[in-house]
C-alpha cells in the first residue's frame, strides 16, 4: 500500500524536475503532488509526517539548484488553480502563494498601486518570494506583507503577521514551511509614474544581468560585513567571469550569475560553485553563503574541497 493512498488524483512518483527549473538540470522528485485546494494540502503534509516523508515546496524553479539524482521524499507545488487567486480591497490585496509574483507587480501598478513595482524583474511564485523576502536594491516583499498563512510541515496551520513572518535579507521564518496566501498593504499612486519606475529598473537589469539566460538569479548572498563588496563585485575582482565548468559559466555580465548552456548538468554547476566559494575565501577571506536553494546535496558538498569530509 502507497503511502499516499487516497491522494493517488494529484500525486505521482519519479516527476521530472528539471524542466520545472529555470537552470533545467537535476533529477526527478521521488513523489509530486498538485493539491487542489488548501484542505488537501493539510491532509497531504499531515499524512507525509506520519509516514516521514520529508516535504519541499516548489514555486517557479527561479531560485533552485536540483542534484543530478533528484530528491528524495514529497516535492509539492500549488497549482494556479485553488492557490493562484488575487483579490483587491481598497489598498489591500489578499494573494494565493500560486500567484505569479511579475503578474502581480504588474497588475498592482496598473491598477494604481504603489510599492511592488521594487520587485520588478524578479521571478517566480508570491508563496517563493515570501518564503526567501525576494527583492532587490530597491526594496523586498516583506515590507508590504500584512499577514501569510499556510501550513507547517507536520500539516498543522499558522498564520503570522509581519513581525511573526521575521523577515531579513533573503530569509524569513517562512522558510521550511508551506505558504498558501497572503494579505499585502499597498499604497494608492499613480500607474504612470509605477509604469516608469519599472521601466528603469528592467532596462537596467537587461543591461546588467543575463536575463534571457539559464540562471537561477544571484547565486550567493551578499556579505554583510563592513567594507566588503557585493559577491558580484567580489566574483569579478578575482578574474572569474567566464569561467566555465562543463556546461555552465559564471555571466560575463554578472558575475554573481551561473548560467547554463547545453547538456549542462547540476554536477557542472556544483563544482562551479565549490571553486568560486575557495577562490574568494582565498583570495579575500569571505566564505560566501548560498542564496540559490539546493536541493538533492548535502551542505557539505557545496564547499570548497579542503572544507569537506573524506
Known amino acids: 500500500m502507497n503511502w499516499y493512498q487516497g491522494f493517488e488524483k494529484f500525486v505521482t512518483e519519479n516527476e521530472p524536475l528539471a524542466r520545472k527549473t529555470t537552470y533545467r538540470v537535476g533529477g526527478p522528485a521521488e513523489f509530486f503532488a498538485q493539491p487542489t485546494d488548501a484542505m488537501a494540502l493539510g491532509e497531504l503534509m499531515r499524512r507525509a509526517q506520519e509516514e516521514n516523508i520529508p516535504s519541499r515546496f516548489l514555486g517557479h524553479g527561479t531560485n533552485l539548484l536540483v542534484a543530478d539524482s533528484g530528491v528524495r521524499g514529497l516535492v509539492i507545488k500549488l497549482p494556479k488553480f485553488g492557490f493562484g487567486f488575487l483579490r483587491r480591497d481598497g489598498r489591500k490585496l489578499h494573494v494565493g502563494a500560486g500567484y505569479s509574483l511579475p503578474g502581480l507587480v504588474k497588475w498592482s501598478v496598473a491598477h494604481g498601486l504603489r510599492g511592488l513595482e521594487c520587485l520588478q524583474g524578479v521571478p517566480g511564485t508570491v508563496g517563493a518570494a515570501?518564503?526567501?523576502?525576494?527583492?532587490?536594491?530597491?526594496?523586498?516583499?516583506?515590507?508590504?506583507?500584512?499577514?501569510?498563512?499556510?501550513?507547517?510541515?507536520?500539516?498543522?496551520?499558522?498564520?503570522?503577521?509581519?513581525?511573526?513572518?521575521?523577515?531579513?535579507?533573503?530569509?524569513?521564518?517562512?522558510?521550511?514551511?508551506?505558504?498558501?496566501?497572503?494579505?499585502?498593504?499597498?499604497?494608492?499612486?499613480?500607474?504612470?509614474?509605477?509604469?516608469?519606475?519599472?521601466?528603469?529598473?528592467?532596462?537596467?537589469?537587461?543591461?546588467?544581468?543575463?536575463?534571457?539566460?539559464?540562471?537561477?538569479?544571484?547565486?550567493?548572498?551578499?556579505?554583510?560585513?563592513?567594507?566588503?563588496?557585493?559577491?558580484?563585485?567580489?566574483?569579478?575582482?578575482?578574474?572569474?567571469?567566464?569561467?566555465?565548468?562543463?556546461?555552465?559559466?559564471?555571466?560575463?555580465?554578472?558575475?554573481?550569475?551561473?548560467?547554463?548552456?547545453?547538456?549542462?548538468?547540476?554536477?557542472?554547476l556544483v563544482q562551479l560553485i565549490r571553486t568560486i566559494r575557495g577562490e574568494v575565501l582565498e583570495q579575500r577571506g569571505v566564505m560566501l553563503e548560498l542564496e540559490v536553494e539546493v536541493w538533492g546535496l548535502d551542505h557539505e558538498e557545496l564547499l570548497p574541497g579542503k572544507f569537506q569530509v573524506a
Not at 498563512?149 to 521575521?166: I, M, T
Not at 498558501?180 to 544581468?209: F, N, P, V, Y
Not at 566555465?244 to 547538456?263: P, Q
Request: net charge neutral; hydrophobic share 35%; charged share 30%.
Open 130 to 268: 515570501l518564503r526567501m523576502n525576494a527583492g532587490g536594491k530597491y526594496g523586498e516583499i516583506g515590507s508590504r506583507v500584512r499577514r501569510v498563512r499556510g501550513f507547517e510541515r507536520d500539516g498543522l496551520p499558522f498564520d503570522f503577521n509581519r513581525a511573526g513572518c521575521g523577515f531579513k535579507y533573503r530569509n524569513s521564518e517562512l522558510s521550511g514551511r508551506i505558504v498558501t496566501d497572503c494579505e499585502l498593504e499597498l499604497e494608492e499612486g499613480d500607474s504612470s509614474t509605477g509604469e516608469e519606475m519599472m521601466m528603469r529598473i528592467l532596462e537596467e537589469k537587461c543591461a546588467t544581468q543575463p536575463v534571457d539566460a539559464r540562471s537561477a538569479g544571484c547565486v550567493f548572498k551578499n556579505p554583510l560585513i563592513n567594507g566588503v563588496p557585493p559577491a558580484g563585485k567580489l566574483i569579478d575582482e578575482i578574474g572569474m567571469k567566464g569561467r566555465r565548468v562543463g556546461g555552465a559559466s559564471v555571466s560575463e555580465l554578472h558575475a554573481n550569475f551561473l548560467v547554463c548552456e547545453g547538456r549542462a548538468s547540476a554536477r557542472d
